[in-house]
């Protein structure tokens, strides 16, 4: 199967947004594809786990768009050993922001 991530070019286009000093900018780079590593294709098996990979990560994410704005904030390690500190949606309790 092609990959789904690069489309078949073992490479994939990483997009970065920045805001410095009020000003933004938008900007990419490429790199290599982890989910191919480079070939290009993957198996019918690991395309089944990517997409459920993604619907896992999908379900971790703030969907309600935090109408409230209230926020909850964990330190590293606070909730489990290895998290990295990060804020919870106060309306839905999932994640917002992580760093």
């Not at 410095?20 to 786990?49: H, N, P, Y």
């Not at 969907?63 to 489990?80: R, W």
Request: hydrophobic share 25%; glycine share 10%; with cysteine.
């Amino acid at each position: 199967m092609i990959c789904p991530v690069c489309d078949g070019k073992g490479k994939q286009t990483i997009p970065v947004h920045s805001v410095i000093d009020g000003k933004t900018e938008d900007s990419s780079f490429d790199m290599d594809c982890d989910l191919c590593k480079c070939t290009g294709e993957i198996t019918a098996v690991r395309f089944i786990q990517y997409k459920q990979d993604q619907a896992a990560t999908k379900a971790m994410w703030c969907q309600c768009g935090n109408p409230s704005g209230d926020t909850e904030f964990y330190d590293d390690n606070e909730l489990c050993p290895g998290d990295k500190h990060h804020w919870d949606c106060k309306d839905c309790g999932k994640l917002l922001q992580i760093g």
